[in-house]
C-alpha cells in the first residue's frame, strides 16, 4: 500500500465508490481507531472513528493532497474528538469513566493489569499530551506528521512528546 | 536505553489497536451514514411541509389565485427534492465523469 495508491481510492471516493470507501475504512480504521482510543473514552472513539469516515465520504474533495491520507484522516479524528471533548459535563464524565473504559476496549491478548495502568496513566496527560504521544509513539507517525495533523508547530509536539512520554514512564513505573 | 524503552511504550500503545481488519467497524460506519441521510431527508421533507402549509396559509389570506398557489407548492416541492437528491445526483455525475 503507497500512499499513491491511498490518492487514487480518495479520488474513487470523491467520485462516489462505496467499494473504494470501503477500502479507505479497511485500509486505516486501525490507525485512526488507535489514536482515537487513546484521546478520547471508548465511546467517542467509536464515535468520532465513524464520524471520520463519513467525514471522508463527504468531504473527500477537500483532500489537496498536500499531507498523505493517513495524515489527513487523522487530523479529521482530532477534530472530531476535540469536539466531542467540549462541553463540561461531558469532559467531567470522560474523566471519571476513563479508567474503567480502557479496561474494555483493547484486545483480549494483552494484560488487563497492563491495560488498566495504562488507560490510568493515559487518562493522567492533558488531552494535547496524550494525542502527540499515540501519533508518535502510538501510530508511528514523525514529529512533523504529527504537527500537521494536529496542527500544533513542531516544537510544540516535541514539547509534548518528551514530556507526555516521561510522564507516561513515571505512571507506569508507579504502578 | 531510552529506544528500548521506547519502543517498550509503543508496544504496550499499541495493544490499544483493533484488529487490523473490522468488518463490523465498516458496517457500523455505513450503517451511520445511511442513519444521518434518512434523518436529512425526514427533516428536509418535514421543512418542506412547514414551508409549503406557511406559503398556502399566506397565499390563502392574501387572496392569492390559484395558479399563485400551485406554483408555491410546486417551488416548494422542487427545492425540497433538490435538497434531498442533489448530493447523490452530484455523486453519480461525477461517478460517470471517470
Request: with cysteine; hydrophobic share 45%.
Amino acid at each position: 500500500m503507497t500512499s499513491e495508491d491511498d490518492v487514487a481510492l480518495l479520488d474513487a471516493v470523491r467520485g462516489g465508490s462505496e467499494r473504494a470507501f470501503n477500502q479507505l475504512i479497511d485500509r486505516h480504521q486501525q490507525a485512526v481507531r488507535l489514536f482515537l482510543r487513546g484521546v478520547a473514552s471508548p465511546a467517542d472513539a467509536e464515535d468520532a472513528a465513524q464520524e471520520t469516515f463519513l467525514a471522508a465520504w463527504t468531504q473527500a474533495s477537500t483532500f489537496k493532497g498536500l499531507a498523505d491520507v493517513r495524515s489527513w484522516l487523522l487530523s479529521i479524528a482530532w477534530r472530531k474528538a476535540k469536539g466531542m471533548q467540549r462541553g463540561w459535563f461531558r469532559g467531567r464524565r470522560r474523566d471519571t469513566v476513563y479508567h474503567d473504559h480502557a479496561m474494555s476496549i483493547t484486545p483480549e491478548s494483552s494484560d488487563p493489569a497492563d491495560r488498566l495502568a495504562l488507560g490510568q496513566a493515559l487518562a493522567q496527560l492533558p488531552q494535547d499530551q496524550r494525542a502527540a504521544v499515540m501519533l508518535c509513539l502510538g501510530c508511528g507517525l514523525s514529529h512533523a506528521e504529527a504537527a500537521e495533523v494536529l496542527d500544533m508547530p513542531l516544537g510544540t509536539i516535541k514539547s509534548h512528546v518528551l514530556r507526555g512520554r516521561a510522564r507516561l514512564r513515571e505512571a507506569l513505573g508507579e504502578t | 536505553m531510552d529506544g528500548d524503552d521506547d519502543q517498550a511504550l509503543s508496544r504496550l500503545l499499541q495493544t490499544l489497536a483493533p484488529p487490523e481488519r473490522d468488518a463490523l467497524f465498516r458496517i457500523k460506519v455505513l450503517e451511520r451514514g445511511e442513519r444521518q441521510e434518512f434523518t436529512r431527508r425526514v427533516a428536509v421533507l418535514l421543512g418542506a411541509g412547514v414551508v409549503a402549509v406557511v406559503a398556502y396559509a399566506i397565499a390563502a389570506t392574501a387572496g392569492g389565485t390559484n395558479q399563485v398557489t400551485r406554483g408555491l407548492g410546486l417551488a416548494v416541492a422542487g427545492v425540497a427534492a433538490a435538497a434531498m437528491y442533489l448530493p447523490a445526483l452530484v455523486r453519480a455525475i461525477r461517478g460517470m465523469g471517470k
